[in-house]
């Protein structure tokens, strides 16, 4: 069982360049959620789906933006990347069961130059 | 609004001695609370939650923590640490109603010596 898969791994952008990163999982949970994470910071929410179909906006939304066609995949948009978005993005996904474990990717490490 | 605070950026333990992770968190009713280990490179992985109940929680790893309502805490334990528990540590707590939308703290590296 993969779990949650995200790519790429790692990527060098050029500021004002539109970058996709993708996020699929094969656990069919509801929920997805993408994070970012800086030094320091711990991690922030961007954005999140409860279901496909909808989504919702976290705490640092601003320069992404996210769809949620169907249950497996939830890919993250940066329309025109900047050097603050450099970052560590990590997807997860939650099912709606007694535990509310988040299941977590192995990230996709942002460098926008 | 919620928001949680790690006070110890880094923590160095020797192997076979205990450790303690401090989190306090802010919240105005009793939040859902997490602990998560992130190893180097790695996702984040569930060492136990909070919920309601039992104030003293064990999780994986011989881990446990303890929920004190009045201290408005949740802090790590581990009576003895392993070379394996070297990583970074994070305090989460969640709202009841949507506890996957998660606030962190901004983790407390451990490095286990020898």
């Known amino acids: 069982i993969a779990g949650i898969t995200q790519a790429p791994t790692s990527q060098i952008l050029a500021a004002g360049r539109r970058m996709t990163l993708r996020c699929t999982q094969d656990?069919?949970?509801?929920?997805m959620y993408w994070y970012r994470q800086d030094l320091g910071l711990g991690l922030r929410l961007i954005h999140y789906s409860n279901t496909a179909g909808t989504t919702g906006k976290g705490e640092v939304p601003d320069g992404y933006s996210v769809s949620r066609a169907n249950t497996d995949d939830f890919p993250l948009t940066l329309a025109s990347a900047v050097p603050s978005q450099t970052s560590v993005y990590f997807c997860?996904?939650?099912?709606?069961?007694?535990?509310?474990?988040?299941?977590f990717g192995e990230g996709s490490r942002l460098t926008v130059l | 609004a919620q928001s949680v605070t790690q006070p110890d950026i880094h923590i160095t333990v020797s192997e076979g001695a205990s450790l303690e992770l401090r989190c306090n968190y802010s919240y105005g009713a009793t939040p859902y609370l997490f602990w998560y280990v992130q190893s180097p490179g790695q996702g984040l992985q569930l060492l136990l939650k909070y919920f309601s109940g039992d104030t003293l929680v064990q999780g994986i790893k011989g881990f446990e923590a303890e929920f004190k309502r009045s201290q408005s805490s949740f802090n790590l334990r581990k009576p003895s640490v392993h070379w394996s528990d070297a990583a970074e540590y994070f305090c989460?707590?969640?709202?009841?109603?949507?506890?996957?939308?998660?606030?962190f703290g901004s983790g407390t590296q451990v490095v286990v010596t020898p």
């Open positions: 656990m069919r949970h509801n929920a």
């Open positions: 989460a707590v969640g709202a009841p109603d949507s506890w996957g939308k998660l606030q």
């Open positions: 997860a996904s939650q099912s709606y069961s007694n535990t509310g474990e988040l299941f």
